[in-house]
Each structure stands twice: as structure tokens, then as C-alpha cells.
């Protein structure tokens, strides 16, 4: 099985509000990334967990918050977010860093 | 010296052609290159990938092709069928590198 989950599907927030996207995998992975994807591009990697622990940060504005709760969970906390952090949110995971990632479903996120 | 070159940005292929997508690297460190689908709304699916040790490798009707001298690769998709309709993106990384970098993509359309 090489299942990511994501939820929710689907989420539209305020400027003003504070939300969390979560992802999920049971593959035994030990290393999980959050990515942005804005229409037409390629993900851009923001946040990279290796066995739990924060091991890249890609500049990402602190209005973005990384956890790792556990090896099967990631966490992203967004807060005061702009109109143009409106994209798809992906996570993915692998086993060996950088190899083989495989990719959840994504959150849509709008923020208006 | 990070940037994986991909072409071209589009592509029409009728159905049961032949569909050629092809990258570029200039980093000869990067020693794992997949190709990764991705359909309108969803992640990215990892499709088929290749490690700089072998020139070919097929998996159905997908065949990465591998040029180490040239530091060139090349994704072809044979029969090409409407359902293959989606978005490539290749990309290259080093093993336990810090991220995978992503050609551009191309937007493949397979006419019935």
C-alpha cells in the first residue's frame, strides 16, 4: 500500500483565521514533506520531517507551521494567511530521503 | 546547477502514438530520476523511475530512456491513450539530498 491521506479536501479561510491541513501514512516512511503547488507548476517543497525531526525549512514565512506529532502524522498550522498562499497543499513521504515520494491527495486551500 | 530542464511545455500525441518527454541536468551528483503524473486536481502519482547505473528501464508501455554522457533523460510513453491525457513532471535527486528538484512539466493530451 502506498497510500498518503490528506485532510480536508478542501478549505477556505480567512485572513484572520487559524487552521490545520494533516496528513497520514501507514508505509513506515521515515521522512515526510509538505509542498505547495500553485496551477500549472511543479510542488514547490516548504518543510522536510527525517524521522521526526525538522531537517529543512525552505525559507517558508513563519504564517506556515510545521509538526510532526508522530512517523505517520504531519501537521501544517496556517495562520494570517495571504490571498496568495491560495494553492494545492500536498504531503508526501518516502522511506529514504529524496527517493521514491509518494504523494497524498492534496488540500485546496483558498484564502480570501 | 539544481535545475532539471524539461520540453516540451506541451505536447498532442493522437491515440496509439508515441509520447516523448525530455529532460535535462547539469548537477552529476543526482543519481535518481523519476517521472511523476499528475492529473488535474489530484497529487502527483510517482510513475516510473531510473538510477544513472542502467540506460533503459520499461514498465508497461512507459520507458524511461537514460543518457549519463549526455546527462539526458527521456520519458516515452508507447500507445499513447486518451487516459494518459495528464501532466508529466520529471525530476532528479541524490540519496538522502536535501530535496528533489522538479523539471516544469509538460501537459500531455492524447487525442482519440
Known amino acids: 500500500d502506498t497510500e498518503v491521506t490528506q485532510t480536508p479536501k478542501h478549505l477556505v479561510m480567512g485572513m484572520t483565521n487559524k487552521k490545520s491541513l494533516k496528513c497520514e501514512q501507514h508505509m513506515g516512511h521515515r521522512a515526510m514533506y509538505w509542498y505547495k503547488q500553485k496551477a500549472k507548476k511543479p510542488p514547490e517543497l516548504m518543510f522536510v520531517y527525517s524521522y521526526e525531526k525538522l531537517s529543512i525549512n525552505e525559507s517558508v514565512p513563519s504564517r506556515f507551521s510545521p509538526e510532526c506529532p508522530n512517523s505517520s502524522l504531519l501537521n501544517l498550522h496556517l495562520h494570517a494567511l495571504q490571498p496568495e498562499d491560495s494553492a494545492l497543499y500536498l504531503c508526501?513521504?518516502?522511506?529514504?530521503?529524496?527517493?521514491?515520494?509518494?504523494f497524498g491527495p492534496g488540500t485546496r486551500l483558498t484564502v480570501t | 546547477q539544481q535545475q532539471v530542464k524539461q520540453s516540451p511545455q506541451s505536447l498532442i500525441v493522437q491515440k496509439g502514438g508515441i509520447s516523448i518527454i525530455n529532460c535535462a541536468y547539469e548537477n552529476t551528483a543526482f543519481d535518481y530520476f523519476p517521472w511523476y503524473q499528475q492529473f488535474p486536481g489530484k497529487g502527483p502519482a510517482l510513475l516510473i523511475a531510473?538510477?544513472?547505473?542502467?540506460s533503459e528501464k520499461k514498465e508497461g508501455r512507459f520507458t524511461i530512456s537514460f543518457n549519463k554522457s549526455a546527462k539526458q533523460f527521456s520519458l516515452h510513453i508507447m500507445d499513447s491513450q486518451p487516459g494518459d491525457s495528464a501532466t508529466y513532471f520529471c525530476a532528479a535527486s541524490i540519496l538522502n539530498g536535501n530535496k528533489l528538484v522538479f523539471g516544469a512539466g509538460t501537459i500531455l493530451r492524447v487525442k482519440s
Open positions: 508526501a513521504s518516502s522511506q529514504l530521503l529524496s527517493y521514491e515520494q509518494y
Open positions: 531510473i538510477r544513472p547505473d542502467v
